[in-house]
């Protein structure tokens, strides 16, 4: 299962030709992932106040297309892969009125504790991740 979120390209995401800088599609996956958590039935908060964290360990974009300043964007998210330790994310980013295919992309993630530690993602937030499936 996949969640979209979709949003404009703020002006501050673009350079003087009004395209989207390519460091805002990392930005946009960021969104896209909160929104699969919220989808699942939490948030990253609840799940930090927990003494759980995400570390992102991996991250890859492969840019197809521009996007431009004012155009629609849809982030599609997805749960890739979950281990005891970590979970992978996959993205396409699409212009919104078109569908047309703008970016991939991946994020791989360590489970980690308040003092930093990698440790197995609890059974609770497995479970939640697993939701989308």
């Known amino acids: ?3 979209e979120t979709t949003f404009h390209v703020r002006y501050a995401e ?3 030709m009004g395209v989207a800088h390519h460091s805002a599609y990392v930005v946009w996956m960021e969104e896209g992932r909160s929104a699969y958590m919220r989808a699942m039935g939490s948030d990253y908060a609840e799940i930090e106040r927990s003494g759980t964290f995400f570390a992102v360990t991996e991250l890859y974009v492969r840019y197809l297309a521009p996007a431009h300043y004012g ?3 849809t982030v599609r998210t997805r749960l890739e892969d979950i281990r005891s330790r970590g979970l992978t994310f996959a993205y396409e980013v ?3 009125d078109t569908g047309q295919l703008l970016a991939t ?3 791989k993630h360590v489970c980690i504790d308040r003092d930093g530690r990698v440790t197995t993602i609890p059974a609770r937030w497995r479970a939640l991740l697993e939701r989308g499936r």
Do not use: I, N, Y
């Open 1 to 3: 299962m996949s969640v």
């Open 14 to 16: 673009t350079d003087q």
């Open 105 to 107: 992309g991946q994020s």
């Open 71 to 73: 155009e629609r964007v």
């Open 94 to 96: 699409l212009l919104g």
